[in-house]
């Protein structure tokens, strides 16, 4: 999930030393957008409407489908509430880290 606002990214500290989005799988029977929503509660506590959208990209010879979720307005603040992520930070878009989290396709 793509969160975003007047403090900027919200990225989360990953135990393999590199910042990342939220992120989550989509259960059986659910949207993306609601996947989002309970991703984004268990991983950060915050409660949000996100909307979603898809791309369809190539990397070689595998095509991905992704769903970035964007979420503009939320409550609460983000808390650490999972092992993998040790703590949450906004970033700004002009002070971003180069220590990011880098999606790769299966193969």
């Known amino acids: ?11 989360g500290w990953h ?3 590199m910042w990342k989005l939220a992120g989550g799988t989509v259960e059986l029977g659910r949207t993306f957008a609601q996947a989002a929503i309970r991703e984004l509660r ?6 949000a409407s996100p909307a979603t959208y898809t791309l369809l990209n190539r ?15 939320w409550a609460d603040v983000p808390t650490q509430r999972e092992e993998a992520i040790g703590s949450w930070r906004f ?8 220590l990011l989290f880098v999606p790769t396709p299966s193969t």
Do not use: C, F, K, Q
């Not at 990397?59 to 307005?73: E, I, K, Q, S």
């Open 15 to 17: 135990r393999h030393r």
């Open 42 to 47: 268990e991983n950060t506590g915050l409660v």
């Open 91 to 98: 970033w700004s878009l002009n002070a971003l880290t180069n």
């Open 59 to 73: 990397v070689g010879d595998v095509v991905r489908v992704t769903v970035p979720v964007l979420v503009a307005r």
């Open 1 to 11: 999930m793509i969160v975003h606002g007047s403090d900027g990214v919200l990225l």
